[in-house]
C-alpha cells in the first residue's frame, strides 16, 4: 500500500526541538581530471547530489547522495516524495525520520530511493553534530581513532606503461597499500597482478578491484595469482547478486574477497555476511542508506568477523567526510578508500578539515569540528550544477 500521506515519527517531545524547515537537493556535474578506467569501461563524467536540510535553529546540515546517472530524478524524488515527510519535523529524530522515508515508495527494496535517503540521512547527522557541538565520530560513540588507514585507489586498467606509472607515483605519495583496477582477459589480468607485485616489492599492500568481470571459473583462476602474489582481498570478483557464486569461490579461493559498494541495506548482505562469505563488507555511505544503516551493516559484520572498508569511489567531499567518521568510530574498521585524482566535488566544494594533513603516508585525520566537520563553498555548489 502506497501512503500518501506523510507518517508522523511516534516521538513527539518538543523539548529542544531542531525543526527542519526545508530540504533542498543540488544535482551536480562534472568532468573527471582523469577518466577511471575498469572493467566497466571509461568514466570521464561523474554526478551527485548535495542535499542542503535546512532549521529553524539556523543550524544547516549537507548530505551527499551517490547519483552516478540522472542526477535530476534524484533531486525530483527527495524534494516531492521525502521532504513533505521532514519539513516541520525535529530533525534530532533520525531513526524516526528514516522509517518514515523508507515508506515513501512501498515495494521498493533499494535502489534510488535508499541512495536518496542516505544523502537526507547524513545531513541529519551533520545537525545533530552541530546541535551537540560534537563531531559525528564522537556521536556514534566512537573507538576514538584521530587518524584513519586509507589505500591508494586506483591503478587503472590500462596499457603497462602507464599502470607502472600509477603505481609508482602512488608509492611516491607515500600509500603504503594500493588497489589496482582488474578485468579481461584473464590471462592479460593474471599477468598483471604478478607484475605489479614485482614492481611494488614485498613491502606494499596491494588489492584488486574487479567490477564484477569475471564468472566463476575465472574467478578462480584470477584468485589463484592474487594468491600465489600476495594480495591482500578480491572487490567484487562477480556479479554483487551471484550469492551462491560469492559462497563457491570462497571454498575455492585463498584471497579474502571483498565487496558490498552495491549493497542497499543490511537485509541485503546478510547471509553473505552471516557465513562469512565475504572478509571485507564495503558500504558506500552514500549509496546504502546514509550513517544510520551503514552503522548497521558495519556493526551486523563485526558480530561475524567481517571487518568494514567504506567504498567512496568517485564520490563528493561529504561522502567521504561522512565515511572518515564511521571509520574512525566503528571497531571492525580496517581501511579506507582514498581517491588520488580528485575531482572537483572533493578539491573545491569543501576542505576536509581545514588545517587537517589531507594524506600522509596512507592515513588520514579525522575532522574535530562538530558535525561533519566541514564548511561547504556555495558558490562552488552553484558553480558545479547539473546543466
Ligand atoms: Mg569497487
Known amino acids: 500500500m502506497e501512503h500518501r500521506q506523510p ?3 511516534a516521538e513527539t517531545s518538543s523539548q529542544g526541538a531542531i525543526h527542519i524547515t526545508d530540504v533542498i537537493a543540488h544535482p551536480l556535474s562534472q568532468t573527471l581530471p582523469k577518466p577511471t578506467v ?3 569501461g571509461i568514466y570521464s563524467e561523474v554526478s551527485i547530489v548535495l542535499v542542503e536540510v535546512r532549521t529553524d535553529s539556523g543550524i544547516v546540515g549537507v548530505g551527499e547522495v551517490l547519483a552516478r546517472f540522472s542526477p535530476k530524478a534524484y533531486a525530483e524524488l527527495i524534494e516531492t516524495s521525502l521532504k513533505p515527510r521532514l519539513v516541520g519535523q525535529d530533525a534530532r529524530n533520525i531513526g524516526a525520520l528514516w522509517q518514515s522515508m523508507r515508506r515513501a515508495l512501498s515495494g521498493r527494496a533499494g535502489g534510488i530511493l535508499i541512495e536518496a535517503i542516505a544523502g537526507i540521512d547524513i545531513a541529519l547527522w551533520d545537525i545533530l553534530g552541530k546541535a551537540a557541538g560534537l563531531p559525528i565520530a564522537k556521536l ?3 573507538i576514538g581513532r584521530e587518524s584513519i588507514d586509507v589505500y591508494a585507489a586506483a591503478v587503472n586498467w590500462v596499457d603497462d606503461a602507464e599502470a607502472d606509472r600509477e603505481l609508482e607515483r602512488y608509492i611516491g605519495e607515500g600509500f603504503p597499500r594500493i588497489k589496482v583496477k582488474m578485468s579481461n582477459p584473464v590471462k592479460e589480468a593474471c599477468r598483471r597482478i604478478e607484475r605489479l607485485r614485482k614492481r ?6 596491494l588489492c584488486v578491484d574487479a567490477n564484477w568481470a569475471y564468472n566463476l571459473d575465472q574467478a578462480v583462476e584470477v584468485g589463484k595469482a592474487l594468491s600465489a602474489n600476495g594480495y591482500f582481498w578480491f572487490e567484487e570478483p562477480l556479479a ?3 550469492e551462491q ?7 575455492r579461493c585463498d584471497v579474502p574477497l571483498a565487496a558490498g559498494e552495491s549493497n542497499f541495506t543490511a537485509d541485503q548482505v546478510q547471509r553473505l555476511v552471516s557465513r562469512r562469505t565475504l572478509s571485507i563488507l564495503q558500504p558506500d555511505v552514500a549509496r546504502a542508506g546514509g550513517i544510520t544503516e551503514t552503522r548497521r551493516m558495519a556493526d551486523y559484520a563485526a558480530l561475524h568477523d567481517v571487518a568494514y572498508a567504506p567504498h567512496i569511489g568517485m564520490s563528493g567531499i561529504i561522502c567521504e567526510t561522512a565515511s572518515v567518521h564511521l571509520a574512525a568510530a566503528l571497531p571492525n574498521f580496517r581501511v579506507m578508500e582514498c581517491e588520488c585524482d580528485l575531482s572537483p566535488f572533493k578539491r573545491e566544494l569543501a576542505d576536509l578539515a581545514p588545517g587537517c594533513i589531507r594524506q600522509k603516508n596512507g592515513t588520514l585525520d579525522v575532522p574535530t569540528a562538530p558535525g561533519l566537520g566541514i564548511e561547504i563553498d556555495w558558490d562552488a555548489v552553484a558553480r558545479l550544477r547539473t546543466q
Do not use: H
Open 7 to 9: 507518517m508522523r515519527p
Open 38 to 40: 575498469t572493467s566497466w
Open 140 to 142: 556514534l560513540g566512537g
Open 200 to 205: 611494488a616489492g614485498d613491502d606494499i599492500g
Open 240 to 242: 554483487p547478486e551471484n
Open 245 to 251: 557464486g560469492y559462497e563457491e569461490l570462497r571454498k
